[in-house]
């Protein structure tokens, strides 16, 4: 049987860390941890645990994404498991995972999202498909890779089903202040990105993203289902499109090209708000038929009125 090679790309000193590791040292001929910056009490609990070495690495990579190309040579095997440092691997998708190695490329493997200390499965936050094992030479992530891109894929692949048992147990954001901070960490990373690749960015993009996220993620995607962890994770959603523009302007030194008019601005994002918050109401039949008249005259006005 083919072996595997583990790799995770870690820094700081995440609570789940050594339980993910543990849950794939049955699965895995050998762990190899880069070091962004892990810390030293993390580092002394990991080289407990056997097949395990740790390598260092260049410290301040905005994402993971970036370097995973590159930390491949690392790897003695041509099969490779990646995990975060909050990712547990359960039994039933590792028994999957052996049980067809040699006749895939690749793995779509779905993760199950816990945040605020409930399982997310709607907001499309499920089921959250993650490349996360793959031969070497069939899964490409370019040096520069998007924040938001998918690397490159050839080969055959397996979309791994949908099925809670076969997912990726995510401990994903813990409380607010993580959210927040993470937010702003990959906002920041993208506004650079932008900026260096010489890609204009401008107010009107951050309206009509942030209005296409909420909308997208609590209406069409049903996350009024998750309740109020689906309302807040949608509004936080939405701003993040406006955090990557104030990142951009920053960068620029404040100096950005204003084509849009910033005194229509808050009127068209309020206005496109409505209009598709009233479309979603009424397409889910979420409200009472009555209300559902009200909104398409609403939105018949609203559209009159441009």
């Known amino acids: 049987m083919a072996k595997i090679s583990a790799i995770s790309i870690m820094r700081?000193?995440?609570?789940?860390?050594?339980?993910a590791v543990l849950a794939i040292v049955d699965l895995s001929d050998e762990i190899i941890i880069i070091d962004t910056g892990v810390e030293d009490s993390l580092k002394a609990l990991l080289l407990k645990i056997d097949k395990l070495k740790i390598i260092s690495y260049k410290k301040n990579i905005p994402f993971a994404e970036l370097v995973r190309e590159d930390v491949k040579k690392y790897a003695k095997n041509d099969y490779i498991l990646f995990f975060d440092h909050d990712e547990i691997f359960t039994p039933s998708?590792?028994?999957?995972?052996?049980s067809t190695l040699g006749n895939y490329d690749y793995y779509l493997i779905p993760r199950k999202n816990i945040i605020f200390g409930q399982w997310v499965n709607h907001s499309r936050w499920w089921p959250d498909y993650q490349i996360r094992f793959l031969k070497k030479k069939a899964v490409y992530w370019a040096p520069d890779i998007d924040i938001h891109k998918q690397p490159t894929l050839k080969g055959k692949g397996l979309t791994v089903d949908a099925i809670e048992n076969l997912a990726i147990l995510h401990y994903n954001y813990?409380?607010?202040d993580d959210f927040i901070s993470k937010a702003a960490h990959y906002a920041k990373a993208e506004a650079i990105q932008l900026y260096e690749k010489k890609q204009n960015f401008k107010l009107s993009d951050a309206i009509n993203k942030s209005i296409s996220e909420f909308v997208g993620r609590f209406y069409m995607s049903e996350g009024y289902k998750d309740k109020t962890h689906g309302l807040v994770l949608s509004f936080f959603q939405m701003i993040y499109f406006f955090f990557v523009y104030f990142y951009y302007w920053e960068l620029s030194k404040y100096k950005i090209d204003n084509s849009d008019d910033v005194v229509e601005a808050p009127r068209q994002f309020f206005k496109s708000g409505l209009n598709n918050v009233n479309y979603w109401?009424?397409?889910?039949?979420?409200?009472?038929?009555?209300?559902?008249?009200?909104?398409?005259?609403?939105?018949?006005?609203?559209?009159?009125f441009k």
Do not use: M, Q, W
């Not at 700081?12 to 339980?19: E, P």
């Not at 009424?282 to 559902?292: D, E, L, M, N, Y």
């Open 12 to 19: 700081g000193h995440n609570a789940h860390a050594v339980d």
């Open 93 to 98: 998708l590792k028994k999957l995972i052996l």
């Open 174 to 176: 813990e409380n607010i």
């Open 281 to 304: 109401l009424v397409a889910k039949k979420i409200i009472p038929s009555g209300r559902r008249i009200l909104y398409r005259i609403e939105n018949k006005f609203i559209s009159f």
